[in-house]
Nanobody
Framework: QVQLVESGGGLVQPGGSLRLSCEDS????????MSWYRQAPGKERELVAT???????NYDDSVKGRFTISRDNTKNTVYLQMNSLEPEGTAMYYC?????????WGQGTQVTVSS
């Protein structure tokens, strides 16, 4: 059974930082592209960042230069380092694993950016 478990969310002040983690169990983790998505209240889920099997990365323009996605295949974990957080970053953040037609989601971790 595949499980993606996110952690690291919380309340942070504008300008602050958080590091999200997503640990996989049940997948051949290194064979999957990994992504972070977020969904704010009343809005659609949007792609934040992606890291391929080979480690190449892509970011939404809104987070470029502030967020960094990385992976540790020895720990079956993908990370999202978020710096200079803005109130617009308040959302539920979801981890996604994808390989071909196989697509898995975590349960999400809440990030709230507020003073």
């Amino acid at each position: 059974q595949v499980q993606l478990v996110e952690s690291g969310g919380g309340l942070v002040q504008p300008g602050g930082s958080l590091r999200l983690s997503c640990e996989d169990s049940g997948l051949t983790f290194s064979a999957y592209g990994m992504s972070w998505y977020r969904q704010a209240p009343g809005k659609e889920r949007e792609l934040v960042a992606t890291i391929s099997m080979t480690g190449s990365t892509n970011y939404d323009d809104s987070v470029k230069g502030r967020f960094t996605i990385s992976r540790d295949n020895t720990k079956n974990t993908v990370y999202l380092q978020m710096n200079s957080l803005e109130p617009e970053g308040t959302a539920m953040y979801y981890c996604n694993a994808r390989r071909g037609s196989r697509n898995f989601w975590g349960q999400g971790t809440q990030v709230t950016v507020s003073s």
